[in-house]
């Protein structure tokens, strides 16, 4: 079983729509979890931090659900600018560097 | 305040020469971290400093790779012979602590022709 695995897409949706991306991870000890953003060609960049209580940022939610080892990630009122690559992130365990899923392509049209 | 800079954006390179790519990781921020990412694969770590530590080296593929991070600042990662699976986009990033987000920088890409 892969470390990080994603659902790698596409997800085609018009704007407006609400997605939901999941994620799993194998290492029941992770400690960190973030969903970070990479546009084509660019770097990654954080875009949330995961908690186990949920949190919501704007129109991003993400959950995390330890006993099932997922991590999910909502957008709702999908906009044009949110195409782009979503990666899950997990930090193995304590003094491990983090562990990026493939990532999940979202395409929003108009 | 600067973010993680890498130099340089671009190398194309012959298959056998050498290459090496520089890193400056946010200032303050201990944790060093290389990563790679070959096309249609996932982002894959390489190696992790603390300080000019190196805490974790277990993703680099081969001896061919050495990483150095002299005096806990800047790091480089020199590839000695490149050979072609070696291109790719490397990534540095920096972080303040070992189980915070990390900062990328706009990465490497590599050419080995």
């Known amino acids: 079983r892969k470390e990080v695995e994603q659902d790698p897409g596409p997800f085609n949706v018009p704007e407006g729509a609400t997605v939901a991306f999941n994620c799993t991870y194998s290492?029941?000890?992770?400690?960190?979890f973030f969903w970070y953003r990479q546009d084509c060609r660019k770097e990654p960049k954080l875009l949330m931090s995961v908690y186990s209580s949920g949190n919501e940022d704007g129109r991003f939610t993400a959950q995390l659900n330890r006993a099932s080892q997922y991590i999910s990630l909502l957008i709702r009122d999908s906009k044009l600018s949110d195409s782009a690559t979503y990666l899950c992130v997990v930090n193995g365990q304590a003094g491990t560097a983090l562990i990026f899923g493939k990532g999940t392509t979202l395409s929003v049209s108009s | 305040e600067a973010g993680v800079t890498q130099f340089p954006s671009h190398s194309v390179i012959e298959k056998g020469q050498t290459v090496t790519l520089r890193c400056d990781p946010i200032?303050?921020?201990?944790?060093l971290y290389w990563y790679r990412r070959v096309m249609g694969k996932e982002i894959k770590f390489l190696l992790h400093?603390?300080?000019?530590?190196?805490?974790?080296e277990s993703g680099m593929p081969n001896n061919r790779f050495l990483a150095e991070r002299t005096g806990g600042t800047y790091s480089t990662l020199k590839v000695q012979p490149a050979e072609l699976e070696d291109s790719g986009v490397y990534f540095c990033?920096?972080?303040?602590?070992?189980?915070?987000?990390?900062?990328f920088g706009q990465g490497t890409r590599l050419t080995v022709v």
């Open positions: 200032s303050g921020h201990d944790n």
């Open positions: 290492n029941s000890a992770s400690q960190s």
């Open positions: 990033a920096s972080s303040q602590n070992m189980i915070s987000e990390a900062f």
């Open positions: 400093f603390v300080k000019e530590s190196k805490q974790d």
